[in-house]
């Protein structure tokens, strides 16, 4: 079973790079949307720092956005997830694996350059090190969530805004807490209860999607 896992996770990654505008784009598109804030808000330090937060998580949960439509999109075009659901492994468990190798190709690349972004908007140390932590605890629950969104649209064509508006408000608590850990470390209050929420909120999402996501699928490749 655990090897089974490691093939899927591999062989989804493998896929991912060879198709460079894939993840790049999200990457582009996160670092951009950072960028054109402080173009637009001017040299103000404090402005930018107070601001920092928001635009930092509404980035990233755009780009995330972006990404997660094309989960299972290529898969149905191909065959491959009519593969997936005749196996006989668990659905539940090889969704769990084309999630983890989403986050790790669309996601982690987000956490790695943030620093760099909340530089740019003049974060200080502790606040480097809540945005790390909140994105590190935010970014798989913003994929598992969306999964469940990208399996339902399978049986649709042209669904156009359909996706964002149908697990936009799933994403809500997260940037709200995300954000928060962020201020909190402004502000040099305690952020471990904004952790600890973020953290149950990861495990809810751990213990649903990938099943949800296999209903999800089976009723979008039957549609």
């Not at 439509?69 to 997936?84: C, K, P, S």
């Amino acid at each position: 079973m655990l090897s089974a896992m490691v093939t899927v996770i591999r062989h989804e990654i493998r896929m991912t790079l060879r198709q460079a505008f894939s993840w790049l784009t999200p990457v582009l598109f996160f670092v951009i949307v950072v960028c054109m804030f402080p173009l637009a808000l001017g040299p103000d330090q404090s402005l930018l720092n107070k601001a920092g937060p928001g635009i930092i998580w509404i980035a990233a949960l755009l780009a995330i956005l972006l990404s997660i439509g094309n989960l299972f999109r290529v898969d149905a075009e191909e065959g491959f997830l009519d593969t997936l659901l005749l196996s006989p492994y668990p659905l539940t468990l090889l969704v769990f694996c084309k999630i983890i190798s989403h986050w790790l190709t669309h996601c982690l690349p987000l956490i790695l350059i943030s620093p760099v972004l909340g530089f740019l908007l003049h974060f200080t140390p502790q606040e480097e090190y809540a945005l790390i932590l909140s994105l590190l605890l935010g970014t798989p629950v913003l994929s598992l969530l969306g999964a469940i969104g990208a399996a339902l649209m399978i049986g649709l064509r042209n669904h156009g805004l359909l996706l964002p508006v149908l697990i936009m408000p799933l994403y809500i608590p997260v940037l709200i807490f995300g954000v928060g850990t962020i201020m909190a470390a402004s502000q040099h209050q305690p952020i471990n209860g904004y952790l600890a929420i973020m953290g149950a909120l990861m495990l809810l999402s751990l213990a649903f999607s990938p099943l949800l996501t296999g209903v999800a699928l089976r009723i979008g490749v039957n549609q």
